[in-house]
């Protein structure tokens, strides 16, 4: 991922955090038969790892898993993004030398993975990524809410995957390299946004 100094984020917190509130991640491997991405849902187990372990399935007639990966595999963690139009910028009534960009924060995870469809695996990775996601809820369901056989069958038709992080990339575009007025701009244009995600990115850009 290209990464200028001003938009590199290495604070493994911060890191942890865009990865646990990203929900879906797109899961890249390549393959003797090209590249193959899947969106699936990811959670990082920290305690595994000096940069944590991540773990998901897939479906198991999904044929990613099928073809060996040619080197590490990518998790792909998406933030808030917003588009930034130059009518929030003090410099286009001053001299109109300004463009478009887009501000986004992303983490990109590489490592080695790992296939697996032994059952008991299976259900605590399923188990613990709807815990993961169930939290906080007002009703929150568990995977032993649902009949045993049930459940049985349905993990004979996913497989588990795991992913020990050897190298993370984090970036946060957030206009830190503007002046201060612009990003004042920036920041008050995407809190009159109506997309909640352009109002979270607001208040981060607003952060400084």
Known sequence: MYTPPAFREDDPDILRAIIGEAGLATFVTSTAEGLIATPLPLFLDTAEGPFGTLYGHLAKANRQWTLEPSGEALAIFSGPDAYVTPSWYRSKREHGKVVPTWNYVAVHAYG?????????????????????????????????????????????????????????????????????????????????????????????????
């Open 112 to 208: 080695a993975v790992e296939f697996f469809d032994d059952p008991e695996r299976l259900l605590g990775v399923v188990t613990r990524l709807t815990e993961h996601h169930e939290k906080g809820r007002s009703e929150e369901w568990a995977v032993s809410d649902a009949p045993e056989r049930f459940v049985a069958a349905q993990l004979r038709g996913i497989v588990g995957l795991r992913m020990p992080v050897a190298r993370v990339e984090g970036k946060r575009k957030l206009s830190q390299n503007r002046p201060e007025a612009v990003r004042e701009g920036v920041a008050s244009g995407l809190s009159e946004s109506s997309r909640e995600s352009d109002r979270i990115l607001g208040a981060l850009v607003g952060q400084g």
